[in-house]
């Protein structure tokens, strides 16, 4: 795993983007402080920009960079949770600018895989992490669903878990300042 890190970890930092295995499926990712980076994420899944995608960060800690005020609710959310959550959380900071969303929120979730852990603290942030497909068509269960499009579009392919059925994408919670609670996706 260490050189799968090692390898992705460059690629993040030169401005790349990587396909790579999370807690829930396969994700596209790119460093979530590089704009450039960002737009290439949205071009190869031929999306609009001003759909929002999911970062991920290693922990607690590294989610107060990223959030001015994190509700106090979102940490009983993530402690209770029994699968992948993503929070949507007000007052984005510190990411690239086409990350953040019109009205100022962004989409986080802290990762219950050890590599994308590893990942997010070794770059000492945030990791863009969207599914890996085209906009509009089926999200892949597994590796060998992913289309050469996607395939051939990124920079470089992690080699973890390429056997995995990942078919379950993270519950997503819109948690507002003003104590307002919303659920996306169940």
């Known amino acids: ?50 759909k929002a995608l999911i970062c991920l960060v290693a922990d607690d800690r590294m989610l107060t960079k990223y959030v001015k005020k994190i509700p106090e609710a979102a940490h009983s959310i993530i402690d ?12 984005a900071q510190n990411l690239a600018s086409n990350l953040i969303a019109a009205d100022g929120t962004i989409a986080i979730r802290i990762p219950d895989d050890d590599f994308c ?17 085209v906009s509009g068509q089926p999200t892949p269960k597994s590796f060998k669903e992913i289309t050469p499009a996607i395939l051939k579009g990124v920079d470089y392919v992690v080699n973890l878990h390429h056997e995995k059925i990942c078919d379950k994408p993270s519950s997503i919670i819109k948690l507002s300042n003003s104590g307002i609670v919303k659920v996306i996706r169940e």
């Open 117 to 133: 852990y590893q990942l997010s603290r070794k770059l000492n942030g945030a990791i863009v992490s969207t599914s890996a497909n």
């Open 1 to 50: 795993m260490n050189t799968e890190i090692k390898n992705a970890l460059q690629v993040l930092k030169n401005g790349g983007l990587i396909l790579y295995p999370t807690d829930t499926v396969w994700g596209i990712g790119c460093d979530a402080n590089n704009p450039e980076a960002v737009k290439k994420v949205y071009q190869l899944k031929q999306r609009e920009d001003s």
């Open 80 to 91: 209770i949770s029994e699968k992948p959550i993503t929070i949507i959380y007000d007052d």
